[in-house]
């Protein structure tokens, strides 16, 4: 079956400073992943994703992931932080099911930005 | 402007009653969804529909039931058997049922239960 492990439930940084949240995944197979952000009491907005191209996948507001199949991770980074990006981040693997997708969720990574 | 759009975004509703949360896209999407978001635990599906006039259970169908009579619609009922009700509910939408289409989020719908 295929999941996602986040592996922080909170990561605090300093503005300025550089953001890793990590995410293993388990595939029988070659995943699709994503992450998304989500501020307070808002929709999720996707971030970036891969499916099966580059293994450096670039996002928006300057996040990035890489896909590491040797290590079965797909962490996000961020080479330094800003206040806005202070929100919760999900995890994302895509499943096949009878010719129908879904998608199954990481628990979330909340990332507090200190002044 | 294209979107998802859910409402309310706040629900107050007393046990024992039925509710339903409407979802609409003008997007032009097929395949539609919805989840549920409780603190700690991420999104689970509860239904999703893949094209007009049919669904399928996700995750965690129990207690709710849905409809897809158009294509740009795509209400879930949230009915008095569905044991804690009170969390937050998004839905999703997503151009094919293929295995490369993003999903793209309304704003969500909080839903207290009294």
């Known amino acids: 079956a295929q999941s996602v492990t986040q592996l922080d439930s909170h990561v605090s940084v300093s503005e300025g400073t550089p953001v890793l949240l990590r995410c293993n995944y388990s595939s029988s197979y070659s995943p699709s992943l994503f992450w998304y952000v989500q501020h307070p009491n808002k929709g999720l907005q996707l971030l970036l994703k891969?499916?099966?191209?580059?293994?450096l996948v670039k996002g928006i507001n300057g996040f990035e992931a890489e896909f590491k199949k040797s290590e079965t991770s797909f962490h996000l980074t961020k080479p330094s932080a800003h206040m806005s990006d202070a929100a919760e981040y999900f995890c994302?693997?895509?499943?096949?099911?009878?010719?129908?997708?879904?998608?199954?969720f990481g628990k979330g990574t909340m990332l507090l930005v200190s002044p | 402007d294209g979107g998802i759009t859910q409402s309310p975004k706040y629900l107050f509703r007393k046990e024992g009653q039925n509710v339903t949360l409407s979802c609409e896209q003008n997007l032009n999407h097929d395949a539609m969804y919805w989840y549920r978001q409780d603190p700690g635990q991420g999104l689970r599906l509860i239904y999703y529909?893949?094209?007009?006039?049919?669904?399928q259970k996700g995750d965690i169908a129990e207690g709710y039931s849905v409809s897809r009579e158009k294509k740009e619609s795509f209400p879930l009922t949230v009915t008095s058997a569905q044991k804690n009700p009170t969390a937050f509910y998004l839905c999703a939408s997503s151009g094919n049922s293929g295995s490369t289409d993003t999903q793209y989020f309304g704003p969500g719908t909080r839903l207290t239960v009294l």
């Open positions: 994302v693997v895509r499943i096949m099911n009878s010719g129908y997708s879904t998608l199954t």
């Open positions: 529909s893949q094209i007009v006039n049919d669904f």
């Open positions: 891969y499916t099966s191209a580059a293994t």
